[in-house]
């Protein structure tokens, strides 16, 4: 696996501080990064902030503060969550303090203009300024969003629009196709289903005094701004330095071998619609991917900033600890459904495949090898110690072949298969039988040797895994497993056992694994 690969967060509103759904994102994406990298490729990850958004304006008035600073408060936060998770991010934007984003949109829209896409004209229909989005009724629940339940507002404007519409051909054969590629399939159908259906052109300005004044004017129409969609859409471009003539993006959009994008359900057609069509004007490249999230929810409701359905990812990290967090939106999130954010659940997979999972797997291999060889292997024979197990999992290929379609859970599923397989190649072997066996005769078991050294080799495989998914934890594995010849010194677990009374992880004893 080689070449350069652009992967990018969506850019969220900070009308308000985020929640745990925006760790879900961040984490996903996070994840697709470090494998890449790990796998030889080049990769930027791009997060970020949208702040132009009318609903930042609305939310910065009613908290009483100048709609800049509220905007730059909860950007910050945003990027402390960031931090917080061990997001290996290479770029972040704020899209309304950033100077290389405006030359970008203002570059876009110009292109569009120039190929005829754009024009003015007076329009009516029902808004939610949650989505940021006109709707036609068929499309609400009485005069409610169905996204954010909230009661549309019926508009009445002068707006300028793009000819949607006359790209509606190209995006249907390149979805249909799969030339753009949308996973799990269920979205490029939903996807795919929405261009079919027809589409019309789309409002792409809003009057400047009903966004009080925030966001990015229209190229030679100041009494208008840019349609924050549109805005924000240009950050993955403008973030490269499009309209400055900056080489990030000659080298990570237009000449990349991949360029995927990570997004939620809720703004599918955004980025598999509206996007590529701007793009097709603009006559750009297109992306290459496009990855779908579900939602999470509390209560069987989603989880949004402004609701009170909500969870602190940064409460959440504090009580889990960032592994725990981590993992569980990996691997305990559905990949075709939403799932609700469940503390019990979170401790209960960390407790399962992290603590007693892999973290045992590596206790008790290294502790047998101390006491029986005082930590050093034995020099077996062949190129790659780790694969003279051939009966254990390829797990590099498995989570391979996992990620490449979007599928999280598969990979962290071949995660646990691995470390069930190895502990069953400890339980048919008995090593610790084979050591008392050893003392006892004063004869060296070769077998004993082979054992040993092939289960700690191929946790050093798992370990280097890990690190995709958990790379604090696996830190600490790698550790404890050594290099080359030696395990390193005797340390506290990697993944300490979650006391009784307390969902943090925390040591409360040593493993409890018999004969180790």
Sequence with gaps: MTGTLYLTTSLPYVNAAPHVGHALEFVHADVLARHARARGRDVRLLSGTDDNAIKNARAAAAAGLPVADFVAANAATFRRLLDGLDIAVDDQISTGTDSRHAPG????????????????????????????????AEELDGLRCREHGTEVEAISESNWFFQLSRYADQIETLLASGTIAIEPAERAAEALAFVRSGLADISVSRPRRRSSGW?????????????????????????????????????????????????????????????????????????????????????????????GDTVDPFEAIADHGVDAVRW???????????????????????????AGGIGNLVNRSCRLLQQARGGR???????????????????????????????????????????????????????????????????????????????????????????????????????????????????????????????SPEVVGAPTRAGC
Excluded: M
Aim: aromatic share 10%.
């Design 328 to 354: 569980w939106l990996i691997s305990d999130v559905s990949r075709r459904r939403d799932t609700d954010y469940d503390a019990g659940r979170v401790t209960a997979r960390y407790r399962r495949d992290l």
């Design 105 to 136: 949109v203002e570059w876009i829209w110009r292109a569009c203009s120039a190929s005829g896409d754009l024009y003015r004209r007076s329009y009516r229909g029902l808004y939610c300024t949650g989505c940021e989005q006109f709707y036609a």
């Design 215 to 307: 966001g990015i004017a229209v190229p030679g129409d100041p009494e208008q701004v840019i349609y924050v969609w549109w805005d924000v859409l240009a950050g993955y471009l403008s973030a490269l330095e499009l309209g400055v003539d900056g080489p990030a993006y000659q080298r990570w959009w237009a000449r990349s071998d991949s360029r995927i994008h990570v997004i939620g359900k809720g703004i599918l057609r955004f980025h598999a619609v509206y996007w590529i069509g701007l793009l097709l004007s603009a006559g750009l490249p297109l992306p290459s991917a496009i990855f779908v999230h579900e939602y999470l929810t509390a209560g069987g409701r989603k989880i949004a900033k402004t609701s």
């Design 377 to 503: 292997l034995a020099d077996l024979p062949g190129p790659d110690a780790s694969r003279l197990l051939p009966e254990l999992p390829d797990v590099p290929t498995l989570i391979d072949v996992a990620l490449a379609r979007y599928d999280l859970r598969a990979a962290t599923d071949s995660l646990g298969a691995a470390v069930a397989a190895a502990n069953r190649r400890l339980e048919e072997t008995a090593p610790w039988l084979l050591a008392a066996r050893e003392r006892t005769s004063g004869y060296t078991e070769p077998s004993l040797d082979q054992v040993l050294t092939e289960v700690v080799s191929y946790c050093r495989v798992l370990a280097d895994e890990f690190a995709i998914f958990v790379p604090g934890g696996a830190a600490r594995l790698r550790v404890q497993l050594g290099q080359d010849g030696r395990i390193g010194p005797p340390i506290e677990p990697a993944f300490p056992p979650v006391s009784a009374t307390s969902t």
